[in-house]
């Protein structure tokens, strides 16, 4: 049994304890308001670049891109120009196949066994959907919240509010985006869960995020719409740090503050985890390289130089001694070209 979701789960509850104590018995409220969010923000602006540069150092003296379908080779081949691009314009139609639809993640397949024990493949679609529900959902939401950094609110995110809203009914305002992102996270944690071959290989790193996660998105629909919360209060909060003169307005409730923590933890969190699939992907040699192997030739721009033995040369040395022993040669000895010429 793979028990490891269980020190996530039990880390998660440990932040929301230091942060409902802290703010609730502690009147920590300039802590967990404006010391850590700044830390937070700090150390995750760092980290990314500090990960990034270190990746963009990195050599690569081959193009080593995952292939799928025909290279350009011969003229009367039908080259596969997404999946083996040969010119930059290929490139980037893969590369935004990539980012913005994931499309690696939708041709994966899974392996299993049929009702009579043969061995089957399965496209994982529902992986592939929940993804892509999770991630636009998660882009919205951060979207939709940069209102309370923002006086006046910039029209873009008047008009993405406006369509996350279209189903609006009543009072508070449904926000489609809120309820997405928290089943697509539920998804994929019952997928760590509940699929043998998944949980097997899940470890507390790949639990503590999407913990973490679910934190933040049920914190805000609690705040939203379970709760009342001092909206006003929150935006002079966001504003004051974002002109960087924070200030503690009252009346805000201890759930803001959790809900602020966990964002923080994430931000600290990020630039050591694996979701820096966010800038790496940019960086990855598997994807944005050509894929021109065949029709030209790669020469490691490092390599130094070798002191070779040739064939040529080794039959020069020893072609006397093959010639008597019966082996094949390339070239006759000047003494078997002279006699043959007699």
Request: hydrophobic share 50%.
């Amino acid at each position: 049994m793979n028990g490891k979701y269980l020190f996530s789960l039990i880390a998660v509850i440990v932040l929301f304890l230091l942060a409902y104590v802290g703010v609730e018995t502690a009147g920590l409220q300039v802590v967990f308001g404006i010391i850590i969010p700044y830390m937070a923000v700090l150390t995750f602006i760092i980290g990314f670049v500090y990960r990034v540069m270190g990746w963009a150092r990195s050599p690569v003296p081959f193009p080593i891109p995952t292939t799928c379908g025909q290279h350009k080779s011969l003229p009367w081949l039908k080259q596969n120009k997404i999946d083996n691009p040969s010119g930059t314009l290929g490139v980037i139609a893969r590369m935004a196949l990539e980012i913005l639809c994931f499309r690696s993640l939708f041709r994966n397949i899974r392996m299993g066994t049929n009702k009579d024990g043969q061995i089957s493949y399965h496209l994982e679609i529902w992986l592939w959907l929940s993804a892509l529900v999770f991630h636009y959902s998660f882009l919205v939401v951060i979207t939709r919240h940069l209102r309370f950094f923002t006086e006046p609110v910039p029209l873009p995110i008047t008009l993405i509010e406006k369509l996350d809203a279209f189903f609006q009914v009543g009072l508070p305002v449904f926000y489609m985006s809120g309820f997405a992102l928290l089943a697509a996270l539920l998804f994929l944690l019952a997928r760590r869960l509940f699929i043998a071959q998944v949980k097997y290989i899940s470890l507390a790193a790949d639990f503590f995020p999407l913990f973490l996660l679910i934190g933040i998105t049920f914190t805000g629909l609690m705040m939203r719409y379970l709760t009342k919360t001092d909206i006003v209060g929150i935006k002079e909060l966001a504003m004051g740090l974002a002109t960087f003169h924070p200030t503690i307005p009252g009346g805000i409730s201890w759930l803001f503050y959790v809900h602020l923590f966990f964002v923080s933890t994430l931000l600290i969190y990020f630039p050591f985890s694996k979701l820096m699939h966010l800038g790496g992907i940019f960086l990855s040699p598997t994807r944005n390289l050509t894929t021109d192997t065949r029709a030209r030739r790669h020469v490691n721009p490092w390599n130094y130089p070798v002191a070779v033995h040739t064939y040529e040369e080794y039959e020069d040395e020893f072609r006397e001694k093959m010639v008597e022993a019966g082996l094949p040669v390339d070239k006759q000895s000047v003494d078997q070209a002279t006699e043959e010429k007699e």
